[in-house]
């Protein structure tokens, strides 16, 4: 590291393992740090390392328990700002809160910026993350936010394949521009579902827009909870008479039922995921596939302590 302060990273309780990654890659060690629950069910949280004058990184998704964890990130923002650090950068692989962008019901509160108004509150300069959800969430911050796109390592898994009669399909018009990038990165067409969503866990695809009749198909989006839209799109594909069925997306969270639906889809030749957040073994299948996106976190947390320009990594071209 060549930049005057001091680099200093820290880890939640969401995803060490993660954070053990990155600071292989950038070569510095992951500082200590401890967290407890007193018996009033309260967090506290001890950064043990110094942060004084020092960039400090601190890194943590936003996982089932999502409350647990997001107060955890907060706590420790704030424990870092008391310790006098220079720069704070919350490191947020994944922000579960980018679902909840607008109100469109009536007395609803948006959850994604009331959540980023917390972590400014608490102390955060800058906000490091992959893949929002809703693009718009990036305007409800008041500091930088690196939205990171891992469009890059998922084609690159798939750059090696034959992909001669393969379309890349999104089950939602409105992931189409990440979807078009994705098949200009692998040079094949693309194709995109028209998508209503009932219910949190019911969809409906009522269309495919697109040619993909007797083709091998990789359905792409940005992440996958309970599996209900992969499902209902293997349907639809399955109905096109559609040849091999991989999925590919950037969060792998797999919720309630969606291990047993997945492992129920004989369809689905393939998953791949990356390792945004933590895959146990209770949420993996042997045609599953984890890519780390470590490598391209260590590259922005080395550019943004090192004063570089960091929008080469947004989207992969």
């Known amino acids: ?9 820290f880890s939640g309780s969401a ?27 309260c ?34 923002l704030d424990a870092a700002r008391g310790a006098s650090a220079s720069r704070l950068t919350a490191v947020i692989p994944y922000y579960a809160y980018a679902r909840s962008d607008k109100k469109d019901k009536p007395r609803i509160s948006i959850g994604g910026r009331l959540v980023a108004d917390l972590l400014v509150t608490a102390g955060a300069g800058r906000v490091l993350t992959v893949a929002l959800h809703s693009p718009q969430v990036h305007g409800f911050f008041s500091v930088p936010v ?48 028209s998508k209503r969503r009932l219910a949190d866990d019911h969809v409906v695809i009522e ?29 639809v594909l399955r109905a096109r008479g559609v040849k091999r069925i991989a999925l590919a997306c950037t969060h792998g969270l797999f919720t309630g039922p969606a291990m047993e639906r ?3 889809a004989r369809e689905i030749q393939e998953i791949v995921t990356t390792d945004t957040v933590p895959i146990t073994s ?21 550019r943004i302590h090192d004063g570089e320009s960091v929008s080469s990594l947004f989207v992969a071209d």
Do not use: W
């Open 282 to 302: 209770e949420k993996s299948l042997p045609d599953m596939r984890v890519l780390s996106v470590a490598p391209l976190l260590a590259e922005a947390i080395r």
């Open 15 to 41: 995803h060490p393992s993660l954070s053990d990654a990155i600071c292989a890659r950038l070569g510095v060690p992951l500082l200590p740090s401890a967290a407890q629950r007193f018996s009033n069910d």
């Open 207 to 235: 269309t495919i827009v697109g040619e993909v009749d007797g083709c091998d198909v990789i359905v792409l989006d940005d992440e996958i909870a309970n599996g209900g839209t992969v499902i209902e799109i293997v349907r």
């Open 43 to 76: 967090l506290e949280v001890q950064l043990q390392a110094s942060c004084r004058e020092r960039d400090v990184f601190l890194i943590q998704p936003l996982v089932p328990p999502v409350q647990d964890n997001l107060m955890e990130l907060l706590l420790m």
């Open 146 to 193: 690196d939205n990171l796109s891992a469009l890059g390592v998922l084609a690159q898994h798939f750059s090696t394949y034959d992909l001669a009669r393969t379309v890349v399909v999104t089950p939602d018009l409105g992931n189409a521009e990440s979807a078009t990038v994705f098949a200009r990165l692998l040079g094949v067409p693309v194709a995109a579902g």
């Open 1 to 9: 590291m060549t930049a005057a302060r001091e680099i200093a990273v």
């Open 262 to 264: 997945l492992s129920g």
